[in-house]
């Protein structure tokens, strides 16, 4: 049976949980590139990444269980209307494809300069998702005192 949403934190906690949680994943894959485990660190990456949007899609207290409806949506109500960029949508685009592509195709080959381009792009990514819900929490918190 579900839990009301009152039981399991706010929608807050469930953001800033997320964040972290892309945080913990980025700080993974810096120590597989470190490692040299690049099909790896491409794949820690990409969940900083995931993570990243889910924080985003907590603020409005959604969740999504298919990678391909979080990123969909992700880019449907925040790249398309502007709020993220499109080169950010690029970018997380082209890391889900090279993900999928460590992670399954048998003969990929990922590189370090690859596995350190994603790493940078989930970096400036979390970046970018911290400054807008910080934002979004303080403009809710403003109309709340209102």
Do not use: W
């Not at 109500?77 to 890391?95: D, H, L, M, Q």
Request: net charge negative.
């Amino acid at each position: 049976m579900a839990q009301p949403k009152e039981d399991i934190g706010t929608r807050k906690d469930l953001c800033l949980y997320r964040i972290q949680t892309a945080r913990d994943n980025l700080k993974a894959a810096k120590i597989l590139l470190a490692a040299e485990e690049y099909k790896s660190a491409n794949n820690r990456s990409y969940y900083a990444i995931f993570q990243a949007v889910n924080a985003v899609h907590g603020l409005n207290g959604d969740s999504f269980k298919r990678h391909k409806d979080a990123i969909g949506n992700f880019n449907k109500n925040y790249v398309k209307t502007g709020i993220f960029s499109r080169e950010i949508g690029r970018k997380i685009g082209e890391a889900e494809e090279i993900r999928h592509a460590s992670d399954y195709d048998d003969f990929y080959i990922a590189s370090r300069e690859e596995s350190e381009r994603q790493i940078e792009v989930a970096d400036e990514f979390i970046e970018l998702v911290e400054k807008y819900c910080e934002e979004r929490m303080r403009a809710e918190a403003v109309e709340n005192k209102e």
